[in-house]
């Protein structure tokens, strides 16, 4: 079996162990993110007998959904935790899927393993964009589809990124913003020569709160990135309130009607 090999090393190992750390409160956000995995599954166009990975799975919502259209799924996750929860879901819907503790940027699997490559908000996360691409391009077969729903740097999942940047210490030299998985123009390039019938949509995921402070404390509660900056600020008040300010600022602007806009990315290709 043909896999990328990783240095020990690695100036990213650090960075990633806070990644499986920080992304272990994620599973109450399943419920958000359930919706929008039945649209990656539809618009990846899974069918019975496709043999499936689901990069960056979470709690497995992409990959039961895809095992119960009948395919042969795989998931994989840094964070055990959540892949325990996937664990459960599967066993909760009665599909068979194989759940894999690994990392994006070297895959465990061998060179064009599977017919459908996908990713929901999950390896816009991977430090090296070239590094994770160039995997799930490897294990996927030629003509095989790859498929993926990603946040907008200019919509309110990638400004609340953009806010918790300016909190938290500077990722590795190297380090790509995940929001920018979220520009058309930037997923053309990262894909580059190796895809055809690369093909964009935009969808909508609704996050539902009795104020712009119920969801922002939600996100608090479940999105690592913010868990982090929060934990720093602890022993800075000040700055903990001019945090929570801005981030119940960017929420209002996309509140209403007790629901938050995420409006998303999804992008689709298939291997040359």
Same mark, same amino acid.
């Given at each position: 079996?043909?896999?990328?090999?990783?240095?020990?090393?690695?100036?990213?190992?650090?960075?990633?162990?806070?990644?499986?750390?920080?992304?272990? %409160?994620?599973?109450?956000?399943?419920?958000?993110?359930?919706?929008?995995?039945?649209?990656?599954?539809?618009?990846?166009?899974?069918?019975? $007998?496709?043999?499936?990975?689901?990069?960056?799975?979470?709690?497995?919502?992409?990959?039961?959904?895809?095992?119960?259209? $009948?395919?042969?799924?795989?998931?994989?996750?840094?964070?055990?935790?959540?892949?325990?929860?996937? +664990?459960?879901?599967?066993?909760?819907?009665?599909?068979?899927?194989?759940?894999?503790?690994?990392?994006?940027?070297?895959?465990? &699997?061998?060179?064009?393993?599977?017919?459908?490559?996908?990713?929901?908000?999950?390896?816009?996360?991977?430090? +090296?964009?070239?590094?994770?691409?160039?995997?799930?391009?490897?294990?996927? =077969?030629?003509?095989? +589809?790859?498929?993926?729903?990603?946040?907008?740097?200019?919509?309110?999942?990638? =400004?609340?990124?953009?806010?918790?940047?300016?909190?938290?210490?500077?990722?590795?030299?190297?380090?790509?913003? *995940?929001?920018?998985?979220?520009? *058309?123009?930037?997923?053309?390039?990262?894909? $580059?020569?190796?895809?055809?019938?690369?093909?964009?949509?935009?969808?909508?995921? %609704?996050?539902?709160?009795?104020?712009?402070?119920?969801?922002?404390? =939600? &996100?608090?509660?479940?999105?690592?990135?913010?868990?982090?900056?929060?934990?720093?600020?602890?022993?800075?008040?000040?700055?903990?309130?001019?945090?929570?300010?801005?981030?119940?600022?960017?929420?209002?602007?996309?509140?209403?009607?007790?629901?938050?806009?995420?409006?998303? %990315? %999804?992008? +689709?290709?298939? =291997?040359?």
């Amino acid at each position: 079996m043909e896999t990328n090999t990783v240095s020990q090393t690695d100036p990213f190992t650090q960075f990633k162990t806070m990644q499986r750390e920080g992304w272990a %409160l994620f599973a109450p956000l399943e419920t958000l993110t359930t919706p929008p995995a039945a649209t990656l599954v539809s618009f990846a166009g899974i069918r019975d $007998g496709d043999k499936v990975l689901d990069v960056c799975c979470g709690t497995g919502v992409v990959a039961v959904m895809a095992a119960r259209r $009948g395919a042969q799924v795989s998931g994989l996750d840094l964070t055990p935790a959540l892949l325990e929860r996937a +664990r459960v879901n599967a066993r909760q819907a009665g599909v068979p899927v194989e759940f894999t503790e690994g990392d994006v940027e070297n895959l465990p &699997f061998a060179d064009a393993s599977f017919d459908v490559v996908v990713s929901q908000f999950g390896h816009m996360f991977a430090p +090296r964009p070239n590094v994770a691409i160039a995997e799930m391009l490897r294990v996927l =077969k030629p003509g095989g +589809r790859i498929a993926f729903s990603t946040w907008p740097p200019e919509l309110f999942t990638g =400004k609340m990124f953009s806010l918790v940047g300016q909190y938290l210490p500077s990722p590795p030299a190297g380090a790509a913003p *995940p929001p920018l998985w979220g520009n *058309p123009e930037v997923v053309r390039e990262r894909l $580059g020569g190796s895809v055809t019938q690369l093909t964009f949509d935009r969808d909508r995921l %609704l996050a539902s709160g009795l104020s712009p402070r119920h969801v922002a404390i =939600k &996100f608090e509660e479940t999105a690592a990135p913010v868990i982090k900056v929060v934990q720093l600020l602890q022993d800075n008040p000040e700055r903990l309130r001019e945090f929570r300010a801005a981030l119940e600022q960017i929420t209002e602007t996309y509140f209403h009607d007790n629901q938050v806009r995420q409006d998303y %990315l %999804l992008s +689709r290709a298939v =291997k040359k």
